[in-house]
């Protein structure tokens, strides 16, 4: 033991990424089906490192923390301010009540039971599970000029009370949403699932990682025009106009390839192939001739492209309104195959509105997709490198945001450098979504700073509040587990019928969805979609998520400032 304190002792990093990659593999150990997650996992474990007593530059925390919710913030952004609309006004006022009792519940249980500063943040962040609580009230807490070993000792009760409330947190609202709410409502998930993809013309199963869906909306089939073929004579831009949602993609005439333009015509004997629709494709036999095999020699290029929704005009009208009112020529042989929001998979229904900065994936031609791409937005792969100049700048303004200082009805607030910088990320990821020449943060290099900060953030978080853990565990232990399931279920009932009964928000599906989106539950959207069987539940919980991620982040500050005990050294 003395080796290993010595090793970790001399070289922290190596103590930090030890806990990381233990934290993780803890994480992913399944109890029945419930999962620890990576988070917690490596809380726990930097509490147990902790206790060799490693000291790593608070420094390091503040960055990685920065990161991580800068990070957040942008890819947030866009739908955030998006969602905040008329149109979305219940949902978005489920998702503040649910905040606000959640916050009520944190300081009414600080002010009974007298809880310090920090344990109160600790008690909402893991009661409420969000982790960016950590860093928020942190932060506030760092800004209150005590003494330093106060600072530390509520710092480290911070994440004491969210290692102690966050398994029930994470647990809460997955028997919430799968369970109990659907018991006293008496729905059947599953059945209300079905009914409202039914009404939405649509919904599709969620699948695994590794799984995919072999039957496909749209194909490219050949075709073998006959003597009395009706389409004899005509130009491709005619039979494309009388199948609609079919394009001709290439003539094949006595061994070649034949140019298509405004004067190419038809004959008795090409092949034709053919793309679209499998509905629109199934038509084809009786306008063409039969469906044949393609001749050898017959390359056809087709490609996938993602496109970012930017043009404003299209933003909040549903696909089949867009589809409707869009001429043939334009439209020819460009076909949506999936919708993206936030990262997540929509179904593809008619009756889906689409939002500015929605990553829309189509099949087609490169000269078709160049021809519709500047109508709609900007090529995702046009955005493959940061833009170092604007991420600097947004870190920036976010440092300058949380340095300052107001008073709320008497009570001092700071938002502190998390604050800050997940309203700057807000700001400049909603910009990149209306001006997409600028700010280019990448999503998969936004998701390795959000998910490498926060595991950085967190691990440094638990080694350090390892030699006062025990001790707060011993004091406030099975008292600060109780206050969790009461912060963890109260909001939830209290707002789920507050949305049903005046908010009217009746839909059963909408109605769980909102929970746990106003909650920022993934754990608890997951064991909804599993119960659904289909993406029905995924646009009213993106809408609550993203406000939600935003407010009880900015809680950690508020309790910070609210709650006036400190801890005793």
Not at 33 to 51: D, H, K, M, R, Y
Not at 359 to 375: C, N
Request: hydrophobic letters at 50%.
């Amino acid at each position: 033991m003395t080796v290993l304190h010595d090793l970790l002792a001399s070289q922290p990093l190596l103590a930090l990424f030890f806990t990381i990659a233990l934290g993780y593999f803890v994480g992913k150990l399944k109890v029945g089906t419930f999962v620890l997650g990576g988070i917690a996992g490596t809380l726990l474990v930097g509490v147990v490192i902790g206790q060799l007593d490693i000291q790593i530059a608070g420094g390091i925390k503040s960055i990685f923390f920065a990161l991580f919710i800068y990070a957040v913030g942008f890819q947030g952004g866009p739908q955030f301010f998006h969602a905040l609309n008329l149109r979305s006004l219940n949902q978005l006022t489920s998702a503040f009540v649910m905040c606000l009792v959640g916050l009520i519940c944190v300081l009414g249980a600080a002010w009974m039971f007298g809880l310090d500063r920090g344990m109160a943040a600790g008690l909402a962040a893991g009661g409420l599970t969000q982790s960016a609580i950590l860093g928020t009230a942190g932060d506030a807490i760092a800004k209150l000029g005590l003494a330093p070993d106060v600072t530390k000792i509520m710092q480290s009760n911070i994440a004491v009370g969210y290692a102690v409330c966050y398994i029930f947190g994470s647990l809460g609202p997955i028997l919430m949403v799968s369970w109990f709410l659907p018991l006293i409502m008496k729905w059947n998930v599953r059945q209300e699932a079905i009914k409202l993809a039914k009404t939405m013309s649509g919904g599709h199963a969620e699948l695994d990682p590794g799984e995919f869906n072999a039957v496909r909306a749209i194909d490219t089939r050949i075709y073998l025009m006959g003597p009395d073929s009706p389409a004899i004579g005509k130009t491709p831009a005619a039979l494309d106009e009388q199948l609609s949602d079919a394009a001709v993609e290439a003539i094949f005439r006595e061994g070649e390839i034949i140019t298509l333009d405004a004067d190419t015509t038809l004959h008795a004997g090409d092949t034709v192939a053919l793309t679209g629709n499998i509905a629109g494709l199934e038509t084809a036999v009786g306008v063409l001739g039969r469906e044949v095999v393609a001749p050898d020699g017959l390359l056809l290029v087709l490609e996938r492209r993602e496109i970012i929704l930017t043009n404003r005009t299209l933003s909040g009208r549903a696909i089949s309104d867009i589809h409707d009112s869009v001429n043939v020529a334009t439209r020819r042989g460009v076909f949506l195959t999936a919708v993206k929001r936030m990262g997540r998979d929509l179904p593809l229904l008619p009756k889906l509105q689409l939002k500015s900065g929605d990553e829309l994936h189509f099949t087609g031609s490169p000269a078709d997709l160049d021809r519709v791409q500047s109508r709609i937005g900007y090529k995702i792969t046009a955005a493959e490198v940061t833009d170092f100049i604007f991420f600097g700048i947004g870190m920036m303004v976010g440092i300058l945001i949380g340095m300052a200082h107001f008073t709320i009805w008497g009570v001092p607030i700071t938002i502190g450098s998390g604050g800050g910088c997940l309203l700057s990320g807000l700001l400049f990821g909603w910009l990149r979504s209306v001006h997409p020449r600028f700010a280019a943060l990448p999503f998969g290099a936004s998701n390795f700073l959000r998910d490498f900060g926060l595991a950085v953030f967190v691990g440094i978080v638990g080694i350090a509040a390892g030699p006062q853990a025990l001790v707060a565990i011993q004091q406030y232990g099975l008292t600060l587990l109780l206050l969790g399931v009461a912060v963890t279920l109260i909001p939830q009932i209290v707002t789920f019928f507050f949305s049903y009964y005046v908010l009217r928000i009746r839909n059963p599906i909408e109605a769980l969805a909102c929970v746990a989106g106003g909650r920022s539950a993934n754990p608890a959207f997951a064991a909804l979609l599993q119960k659904a069987g289909n993406a029905t539940p995924v646009v009213s919980f993106t809408v609550t998520y993203a406000v939600a991620n935003v407010f009880l982040t900015l809680w950690g500050p508020i309790i910070v400032g609210v709650i006036t005990k400190n801890a005793t050294p």
